[in-house]
């Protein structure tokens, strides 16, 4: 095969991090129903989560923090080129 001249830009993203304000959060369980490999509640409440999920729950995670109506889950989405820290 001949070199077509193109260059392919392998792109790393960082793991994928969580952070949960369990003093924010009232457990309406959005996250739960959105991505459930990742957070789960223990007894009526009580969230639990994976604070480093797998990159390929990261759709789901992403849309489990936009649906979380109190805005208490934190994603560090590990995009290249960011400085970092959760948002």
Known sequence: ME???QTTIVR????LRLVVDLNRCQGYAQCVFLAPEVFRLSGEEALRYDPNP?????????????ACPVQAILVDH???GEAGGAS
């Not at 797998?54 to 936009?66: G, I, K, S």
């Open 12 to 15: 790393r993203s960082r793991p």
């Open 3 to 5: 070199p077509t001249g």
């Open 54 to 66: 797998d990159e390929a729950l990261r759709l789901r995670v992403m849309r489990a923090a936009a």
């Open 78 to 80: 590990g995009d290249a």
